[in-house]
């Protein structure tokens, strides 16, 4: 069975960092792509940020670019979102979200991670 695996969430500082992991497994790591998701309160759940695993390419939001970092591991099957600068406003529920892809065009997922709080204070 498809599962992934949220971890890493808490409580940071603005202007502070955080490291979060997506562990997948039940499927061919290398063929498919990573998308992160969050969602914010209030908000609807938003893709901002991708990896295609099979060659590294990664695509980002406006909101993020420059500041968050996606990595990928597949000796262990984990992908990680680097998140540096973090804003309150990047308070959210954060998810990893296996996707057909990731070309920057959209954002998209099948099979999801149960969530990972992040909650950035002013």
């Known amino acids: 069975e498809v599962q992934l695996v949220e971890s890493g969430g808490g409580l940071v500082q603005a202007g502070g960092s955080l490291r979060l992991s997506c562990a997948a497994s039940?499927?061919?790591?290398?063929?498919?792509?990573i998308t992160w998701f969050r969602r914010a309160p209030g908000d609807e759940r938003v893709g901002f940020a991708c990896i295609n695993i099979y060659d590294g390419f990664t695509a980002y939001d406006d909101s993020v670019k420059g500041r968050f970092t996606i990595s990928s591991d597949s000796a262990k099957n984990t992908v990680y979102l680097q998140m540096d600068s973090l804003k309150p406003e990047d308070t959210a529920v954060y998810y990893c979200?296996?996707?057909?892809?990731?070309?920057?065009?959209?954002?998209?997922?099948?099979?999801w991670g149960q969530g990972t709080q992040v909650t950035v204070s002013s």
């Open positions: 979200a296996r996707s057909w892809g990731c070309s920057g065009d959209y954002f998209g997922g099948d099979y």
């Open positions: 039940g499927y061919p790591f290398r063929d498919y792509g």
